[in-house]
């Protein structure tokens, strides 16, 4: 019978109530008495050289505060980039300067020249507008071969080129995977595009900056996933502001998806200007400047290859990637394509070698940076369409391929730097072909072909890294922070709780699902316990929400420090009890001397923990109240097997996704329910990647699909109903709660069984089709089919 | 959004008079005038709202036309025009709620969006655009992408189509806005077939003379077979090639007969 409460109950999301009734606090919802309104003047050039700002008419109008320009950033930092990479030959990267606002040459379109800062946004346009640009445009590079060939117009004249780095994983192996490859009875090529994305957040970014003048104290609010990481790098790196005298807030957060992770120029700004104006500052950011500004993802271009033996046994793997960085290097863009995409590249396949390498290429285009999935959807997809496309070479069933070579033994140490600790593909593919009804296909395509429509099935499995990440490993690969995570649990005098968790939530549903293990641990009531998140003020320290790591590392400090509370409780009870506190129990909210019907409950005990009238004050200080910091001792490997289903108009080359099925190892689940939502999520932005997202830029650098009449986002009716499950668990071994992490699963495990599938669909019809690059729009279809 | 002056008359003759003033603006439903405004593209020294005119409502039968007032939104001719099923249709497949509870029929005609669905109905029903001054035929009045024959201040106050025997409008939707990426609307009248083309040409709405010509001797699909159309004129963009498009129309014209027989 399904529980009610406690770990593996469903209860429903306590902060769907406000978020659906108009009563979330999102940080456009806040307003400062006195605020001024900043406007961005942005470059509608992709490259040129900045000859002069005249600023004096534009201030001259009406409402005008301030205009600022880089000239007002000297002596300022530039943002910083959160992970410094080292190459294959031992050199660090290159790391450009990434001003505030653009000082000297303009090198993406979007990027800020200037902002008027006024006393309404209107007035703050209409000044803009009357600002005189005078820019020498430049040749803008695009195409990232184009941007490492000889003689390449450079994005940063300061640079030796436009390499950022030509990085590998692992460089000793490279002889060793080459030989593979000439032993090779087989070998498998794929050539193929991760198409560019704009993550598009329902809510776009947001920043206030605020200043008091009386503490010389300075807030920011804003739209992050991350509120303590800004603070760090905003304090330290950009505006050199103590973290003591630096407040970060973010409050409701409309959706993040990566995208919201990083530090941003425009939150440094608004701290920055409300300062020298004295005044609040706010910026709401428009759809349209969401487009160029919020960093983009994936954009990779790729060269696989796959190497097996004469019994299909996978011998080697060998990559050759182009990332892009954009014109300047976002908070964690470069460990994107490296370790958070390397260290995936084995798959949950047995292959002994494997060679990875990855030049990022900075071009005349927007950051690119993490967005859900951040490098591991770029590692499954090439690996599991070119074990796809080896099935169909060597006449073999894809599905049985993949079984033959799947890691079974665990822990495994793979040859790209990771060792996962647990997981069973076998299970989940058994459970995949059951819940996806497998063996009912032939009937359901004969049916399809029927209506005249090609009906493919396509099949792939997936392994992510995530529960990011033990801190000393990523400090030896280039992080700049730590990525432990912190919780508080303070108890009240009535025995309710508040857990102030680093973690952030942006629609995870935290506020429901911490409470569940808290609930579980002590046996008392949700409704009791209390989720503060987002506010440095409130929190003592965070990392932040990404990468999968709430539950996972965040969930295991608040289990920590919840410990902590209950072995400190149980010493008060111990003594209410006049027992031993090694002889106590605690469930169901009792407290209780094993072997007797001695007991008291949680309240009592908390009450008497600050009303100490009956306590051993001698031995232990009154309160309730402790702090844990979790750093977890490996990546966490959540795995799964997907299968899709689709039905091809030749007529049009229309796909229509008619069955979508995930088969998820998470290992222990605590809310079944929002563990539904957050795969059905991710899988919905698979489905976006793979059939309708495409962020296009043409040769100048012009932006195409700058809005949603150009961009497609994916709506429901694009989008089946899913068959999920997780009931396949291999529990984490080295968190507390054993559980492993679910945001990211969806949006990595879906594109490639929907590209394996209508290709399987073209090839049905007799169609010599190897492949078809994402997105698998209506036109790239027909042009497969009639190519 | 720049300031404007903002005038709501009650009358077609109020409405011409204030459409006289420089850089005044006709204001239909705003669909594409209204974030073409917030965009700050357009900078009207007035807008001219024509929703408060009575004589510019309502559908009525007349003879074998059907007249739809020129400020009736989509929503109302889907509800209304129960009298020509095809156009109902159409109107009930545009847009998205929102558009369709404010857009109107004059408004998108006005516009002439080289994507837009009504020019596709209007041009094969042989539609008479009827405005404060005159009554243009739909064949004189689409003159290209975003241009039609209508002069400075010109209002259309309703639209007579001549409802055919059978008719049909598929639309083949661009992935992101969901306009058109070609639609196809096929009319058998009395008088012969018309097949009009939107979403696909640089040229905007226009008619598909051969596909006539060989409906006009079998209005069935195998009329169609081996007919194409020359897709130099088509427009190409990012989400459909000028041959993919091209190929499209054929592809949609087939399914419109298929439908309307």
């Keep these: 019978m399904p529980k009610d409460s406690g770990i593996g109950a469903s209860p429903k999301r306590r902060e769907d109530v406000r978020f659906l009734t108009g009563n979330g606090n999102y940080t456009d919802d806040i307003n400062i008495h006195g605020q001024a309104y900043a406007h961005f003047l942005r470059s509608d050039l992709a490259h040129g050289r900045i000859k002069s700002i005249g600023t004096d008419a534009a201030a001259a109008m009406p409402g005008v505060v301030r205009i600022f320009t880089a000239a007002d950033f000297e002596g300022v930092g530039g943002i910083p980039c959160g992970w410094q990479i080292t190459d294959r030959q031992g050199n660090v990267m290159q790391e450009p300067k990434h001003p505030i606002l653009a000082d000297g040459k303009v090198r993406h379109v979007g990027e800020a020249i200037a902002v008027v800062v006024a006393d309404s946004l209107e007035q703050a346009r209409d000044a803009a507008e009357a600002i005189e640009l005078d820019i020498e445009e430049l040749p803008a590079v695009i195409d990232m071969k184009a941007a490492v060939a000889d003689g390449s117009v450079k994005v940063h004249d300061d640079l030796t080129s436009n390499l950022c780095y030509d990085w590998s994983l692992v460089e000793e192996n490279r002889e060793a995977v080459e030989q593979a490859f000439q032993d090779a009875a087989h070998v498998t090529t794929l050539e193929l595009v991760n198409n560019r994305l704009v993550a598009n957040p329902m809510e776009p970014r947001v920043a206030i900056g605020q200043y008091d003048r009386s503490a010389n104290d300075s807030t920011l609010y804003t739209t992050s996933q991350n509120p303590h990481l800004i603070r760090l790098l905003m304090g330290a790196f950009v505006l050199g502001i103590p973290e003591h005298k630096l407040r970060v807030v973010a409050p409701d957060v409309g959706g993040g998806f990566g995208t919201k992770i990083f530090h941003y120029a425009e939150e440094a700004f608004c701290t920055f200007a409300a300062k020298a104006i004295n005044r609040a500052v706010k910026w709401t950011s428009s759809r349209s400047e969401a487009f160029m500004s919020d960093a983009h993802g994936r954009d990779h271009v790729t060269k696989i290859e796959l190497a097996l033996d004469a019994d299909n046994n996978f011998t080697a793997v060998r990559t050759d990637t182009y990332a892009n960085m954009g014109a300047y290097l976002s908070t964690f863009s470069t460990a994107v394509p490296t370790w958070l995409h390397g260290i995936l590249m084995a798959g949950n396949y047995k292959t002994p070698l494997i060679y990875v390498n990855v030049k990022a290429v900075f071009t005349n285009t927007v950051p690119v940076d993490a967005y859900r999935g951040a490098g591991r959807p770029e590692a499954t997809y090439q690996l599991e369409r070119v074990i796809d496309i080896a099935a169909r070479e060597l006449g073999v069933d894809p599905i049985a391929l993949r079984r033959q070579n799947f890691i079974t033994e665990f822990p495994y140490a793979t040859p790209v730097a990771v060792e996962y600790d647990t997981g069973d593909y076998h299970a989940t593919m058994d459970k995949l072909e059951e819940i996806a009804d497998l063996s009912g296909f032939a009937d359901r395509r004969a049916e399809s072909e029927k209506n005249g429509k090609l009906r493919g099935l396509g099949v792939n499995c997936y392994i992510e890294a995530c529960g990011i990440a033990p801190s000393n490993l990523v400090g030896q690969l280039g992080a700049r922070a730590g990525l432990y995570e912190s919780a508080t649990v303070r108890v009240n005098a009535t025995g309710g709780l508040v857990v102030m968790t680093g973690s952030h939530s942006h629609g995870q549903g935290h506020e429901t699902s911490f409470p569940q293990v808290i609930a579980e641990m002590i046996g008392i009531d949700e409704s009791m316990i209390e989720i503060v998140h987002g506010d440095t003020a409130k929190v003592p320290m965070g990392m932040g929400t990404y990468g999968s790591r709430s539950l996972a590392v965040g969930g295991s400090a608040m289990v920590k420090a919840t410990e902590k509370i209950i072995a400190k409780a149980k010493k008060i009870a111990a003594h209410l009890l006049e027992a031993s506190d090694a002889d106590i129990e605690l469930k169901d909210g009792q407290f209780s001397v094993a072997g007797t019907d001695k007991s008291v409950a949680w309240g009592e005990v908390t009450l008497a923990a600050y009303v100490p009238h009956n306590y051993p004050l001698e031995d232990l200080e009154p309160g309730l109240e402790e702090t844990a910091f979790y750093d977890p001792a490996n990546f966490t490997y959540p795995s799964g097997a997907y299968a899709c289903e689709v039905e091809v108009d030749p007529d049009t080359g229309k796909v229509s996704i008619e069955r979508f099925s995930a088969a998820d190892d998470f290992g222990n689940i605590v809310n079944p329910m929002i563990v539904d939502g957050q795969v059905h999520g991710g899988i919905g932005q698979g489905i976006g990647q793979a059939l309708l997202e495409a962020c296009v830029y043409d040769e100048n650098g012009q932006l195409l699909s700058a809005s949603f009449m150009d961009y497609a986002m994916p709506r429901a009716d694009d989008l089946p109903f899913y068959a999920v499950d997780h009931s396949c668990q291999t529990p984490c071994t080295h968190n507390p709660l054993g559980v492993k992490g679910c945001g990211e699963a969806g949006a990595i495990g879906s594109p490639p069984s929907v590209v394996n599938a209508v290709v399987d669909a073209l090839q049905s019809a007799g169609r010599d089709v190897i492949h078809i690059d994402m997105p698998l729009s209506p036109n790239r279809v027909w042009a497969a089919l009639n190519g | ?261």
């Design chain 2, 1 to 261: 959004m720049y300031n404007f002056e903002f005038e709501k008359p009650s009358s077609v003759e109020d409405a011409v008079a204030a459409l006289a003033a420089d850089d005044a603006q006709a204001l239909g439903g705003g669909q594409t005038l209204i974030p073409t405004l917030k965009q700050r593209l357009a900078s009207p020294s007035k807008l001219v709202s024509l929703s408060g005119i009575a004589e510019m409502l309502g559908v009525r039968s007349e003879g074998s036309a059907l007249v739809i007032g020129g400020g009736m939104t989509h929503a109302d001719v889907a509800a209304q025009a129960a009298a020509y099923p095809a156009l109902a249709e159409m109107a009930a497949h545009i847009g998205d709620p929102a558009v369709r509870n404010r857009g109107t029929i004059g408004g998108s005609l006005a516009n002439n969006d080289p994507s837009a669905d009504y020019p596709a109905a209007a041009l094969a029903s042989a539609a008479v655009i009827v405005t404060n001054a005159r009554e243009i035929a739909a064949d004189d009045y689409f003159q290209g992408m975003f241009d039609t024959a209508l002069d400075e201040g010109e209002i259309i106050t309703r639209v007579k189509f001549a409802v055919p025997q059978a008719a049909n409008y598929q639309k083949f939707v661009q992935p992101a806005s969901r306009f058109a990426l070609v639609g196809v609307f096929v009319a058998k009248h009395a008088d012969g077939v018309r097949v009009a083309v939107t979403g696909a040409s640089e040229q905007g709405v226009f008619r598909w003379g051969e596909a006539e010509a060989a409906l006009n001797k079998e209005f069935r699909i195998d009329a169609l077979m081996g007919l194409k159309i020359n897709p130099m004129n088509m427009i190409g963009d990012l989400h459909g090639t000028k041959e993919y498009r091209a190929h499209l129309v054929g592809v949609m014209t087939k399914r419109a007969v298929a439908a309307a027989v």
